[in-house]
């Protein structure tokens, strides 16, 4: 079925570092979302793609939207605590496809 | 704040009882989902709603009723749960079911514990 492979899985960093993650499919999609999920509530929108090539900026946050439509790109600069969570990749692959997600990125920042 | 609201944030329940989650979305949107979020697990959706009507249900287990009487009320209703329905349910909606363009909205969820 359809797939979205988020990588890496898990990740532990140093507070200050920055962060990239990605999400890269076999199909191609026309929007890529990012979500992050803080513990114990529901995933809030942080940046959403239309176009191929797009980077878009959220504050510290930027996505790109591959050129081959077929991944998406996910930086965080300067990690604060609170980036903690889990970062989800979603989108759906064509005009009537429902919007499928990632499995997550889960971030920990090491004091 | 998403503009999606789920009652009860917590609920803990037993085998034999019924219960029910609540979600209103205040967006104007049209489709309505319930996804289930296990420990350390990916989402998994379970029912999508588009104008009321079901689209999508994948496979869940008839212990779990939902009703979407119109566009902005979804409700998922708990008979004989077992402990591994424990989980965080989560409520969303979007404009539409699908397509480019589109985006899910969240709600806070429900934390739900069978005991």
């Known amino acids: 079925g359809q797939q979205l492979n988020q990588s890496p899985q898990s990740m532990f960093i140093q507070e200050g570092e920055d962060v990239s993650m990605n999400c890269t499919s076999s199909?191609?999609?026309?929007?890529w979302l990012w979500y992050k999920q803080d513990p114990g509530e529901g995933p809030v929108l942080l940046i959403a793609l239309y176009k191929a090539g797009e980077l878009t900026s959220n504050g510290r946050l930027t996505a790109q939207f591959g050129i081959t439509r077929k991944d998406s790109f996910l930086n965080i600069s300067a990690s604060i605590p609170s980036d903690v969570g889990i970062y989800f990749c979603a989108g759906p692959m064509n005009r009537d496809d429902k919007i499928i997600f990632g499995k997550g990125t889960r971030l920990h920042i090491l004091p | 704040e998403t503009g999606v609201t789920q009652t009860p944030r917590h609920l803990v329940m037993g085998m034999t009882n019924k219960k029910s989650l609540k979600c209103e979305q205040h967006l104007g949107h049209n489709a309505m989902y319930w996804y289930k979020q296990s420990a350390k697990k990916p989402l998994e959706l379970m029912f999508v709603y588009n104008f009321k009507e079901q689209t999508e249900n994948n496979s869940v287990p008839s212990r779990f009723s939902p009703e979407c009487p119109n566009s902005s009320h979804l409700f998922l209703h708990l008979h004989t749960l077992q402990p591994e329905d424990s989980a965080l349910y989560l409520c969303a909606s979007s404009r539409l079911p699908g397509g480019s363009g589109n985006t899910i909205y969240f709600g806070e969820g429900s934390w739900l514990t069978v005991v």
């Open positions: 199909s191609i999609f026309n929007t």
